[in-house]
């Protein structure tokens, strides 16, 4: 079981957490709970740090925020004990976690898991930290923002569990945002593949390395909500969605659980911004000179179009960057001018991805001739186009990002009927 920020945030509602725990273990389960420091901690210890030095020293860093998660972690093993649970907190050296590569971004290699599991097969329910591990050189380290969910799943790996279940403040995974269409609908289950290209195009359920972990070592995960009454039926008589490979999916499938959709969801991105490089010779390498100092910089680049080339052997090369690394890709480019030979640079933060995903779409033509066509009749201008093998992805004015994904989601049949809505 994992428990975000905003579920641990305070006294009062980690009692409520521990009640959902202390529910499923007294279902008869061994239970491993994983947790993140309180919301908004992080972005406190954070700001410490920055104020003691502006060019702090990452290993220190670590130090610092790792603490957010050992508070909670304590905090949830306390309120289980005054339940009359059993439980005991493992903090990330101590199971241990080992991780590789840099500090606050650390990737997990192992978890020694012997005395964990011999711990909870007397009985004892494991809280273990999230987000934190420990280096080569046996130092804290952290996995960068959002690694709790990696850590849960991690954790859940190496113990061989049954299911993760992701506890969060939306009680399951919905064909696309329901602050924007009232009519979405909480899907039964997704696959990891799906669930994956959501993650990565703005679906903010899960983050995207933790999905792809599970994918990985085939861990089954279920997204689910902590907001729920005290007197709420557990999470297996209740389930959110779950997260499964697409065998597991054609299960559900075939028993009728879920209808068959060759669209499983659309998911919205209003952090990208668009860059137009002008008159980029039309010549062998022209684009990896764009794109390597960009790559070297850490900036992601996402839709790419290379227009059709000018008279004079030019051509302008269009692409997205992150929001916030527009100013730093901006600054590259500008260095580079002679180097790459283009002429302007020509940029616009006013705009949005809107990507329609399904794993039907590997078998089914026409899922993007629907998608053009709907948007076209509303009258929205498409400024690029991207895909994959289960995603089809435009960019629009940011504008008219809600009415898009609207009008995509009735083109997809995907509106819950008046009695489910």
Known sequence: MKFGGTSMAGTERIRRVANIVRKQAAGGHEVAVVVSAMAGETDRLVNF??????????????????????????????????????????????LPIHTIEAHAKARIEDIDSEALLASMAAGEIAVIPGFQGLGHDNRVTTLGRGGSDTSAVAVAAAI?????????????????????????????????????????????????????????????????????????????????????????????????????????GIAHDKNEAKVILTRVPDRPGAVAHIFEPLAAASINVDMIIQNVGRD????????????????????????????????????????????????????????????????????INIQAISTSEIKVSVMIDEDETELAVRVLHTAYGLDASDEAA
Not at 69 to 83: C, D, F, I, K, N
Request: aromatic content about 6%; glycine content about 8%.
């Open 312 to 379: 004079k052997g030019e051509t302008d090369v269009t692409f997205t960057v992150p929001m916030a690394d527009l100013a730093r890709a901006q600054a590259l480019l500008e260095d580079r001018r002679e180097e790459i030979g283009f002429n302007r640079i020509i940029t616009d933060s006013k705009i949005a991805k809107i990507s329609v995903v399904g794993v039907g779409m590997k078998s089914h033509a026409g899922v993007a001739a629907t998608m053009f066509k709907a948007l076209a009749e509303r009258g």
């Open 160 to 264: 061989g569990a049954d299911r993760c279940d992701i506890y969060t403040d939306v009680d399951g995974v919905y064909t696309t945002d329901p602050r924007i269409v009232a009519k979405a609908r909480k899907l039964k289950a997704v696959t990891y593949e799906e669930m994956l290209e959501l993650a990565s195009v703005g679906a903010k359920v899960l983050q995207t390395r933790s999905v792809g972990l599970a994918m990985k070592e085939g861990v089954r995960v279920q997204v689910l909500s902590s907001f729920i009454g005290d007197d709420a039926v557990p999470a297996d008589e209740i389930p959110g969605t779950m997260i499964v490979s697409e065998s597991e999916m054609e299960e559900i499938l075939e028993r009728g659980e879920m209808e068959r959709q060759h669209v499983t």
């Open 49 to 94: 740090c920055r104020e003691a030095n502006p060019l702090y020293d990452p290993a220190e860093y670590d130090v610092v925020v790792a603490s957010g998660e050992q508070v909670t972690s304590g905090l949830l093993a306390l309120t289980l004990q005054a339940l009359g649970c059993k439980a005991r907190s493992w903090l990330g050296w101590q």
